[in-house]
């Protein structure tokens, strides 16, 4: 073997792992509760949900029409739910209309937990198998869109809603999307 083969035989490794080092660098500065989702400006997929306090009803999506809305997407197993669900009841007592999607739970699991923790929703939607929700991109729980009147899908947060984030991100996107339908 030449010594430049032998130069290239070892170098080659090397350069792959400095490549390898420089994407997972790259990496690190990334926010991973801010993930590119396809469906920003489009219209919401379909949504045909029994509610989860009557379900002989179905929330469907007329319920985004002309108002500006949170969809949440959460179950009573999910620790990083209750984590999230007082960030929740603050952007409720704002004014924030947030419909619930109960995620893969137990009715009355989910019924319980609502009624010991406080319910932020205006309404809620139980999605036993996560059938609906595969259409929203969702892959877990929690995960949260904003909806502007027209029921367009502006913003997706994925994982718990910090109160930081609620004060900082949510709810100010909310005012400006209702300042939004109220400028005639």
Not at 18 to 43: F, Q
Not at 44 to 57: E, F, K, N, Q, V
Not at 96 to 113: C, E, M, N, T
Request: net charge positive; proline share 8%; hydrophobic share 45%.
């Amino acid at each position: 073997m030449t010594r430049v083969v032998r130069y290239a035989i070892f170098m080659l490794p090397v350069l792959l792992m400095a490549g390898l080092l420089g994407v997972l660098w790259a990496g690190l500065g990334h926010n991973p509760s801010i993930v590119p989702s396809p469906l920003i400006g489009k219209p919401a997929p379909a949504l045909m949900l029994p509610r989860l306090r009557h379900p002989s009803r179905t929330v469907n999506r007329s319920f985004f029409m002309g108002h500006v809305t949170l969809l949440n997407v959460w179950a009573s197993w999910c620790v990083s739910c209750r984590f999230e669900h007082p960030s929740l009841l603050w952007l409720e007592h704002r004014g924030v209309r947030i419909l619930g999607v109960d995620y893969k739970d137990q009715r009355a699991s989910a019924l319980v937990y609502l009624r010991e923790k406080g319910n932020p929703y205006r309404e809620v939607a139980y999605d036993k198998r996560g059938l609906t929700t595969i259409n929203w991109g969702v892959y877990g729980v929690p995960e949260t869109f904003v909806l502007g009147p027209h029921a367009i899908i502006r913003y997706k947060y994925i994982g718990p809603i910090t109160l930081r984030i609620a004060r900082r991100v949510i709810f100010p996107l909310v005012q400006r999307l209702d300042d939004e339908v109220r400028v005639p």
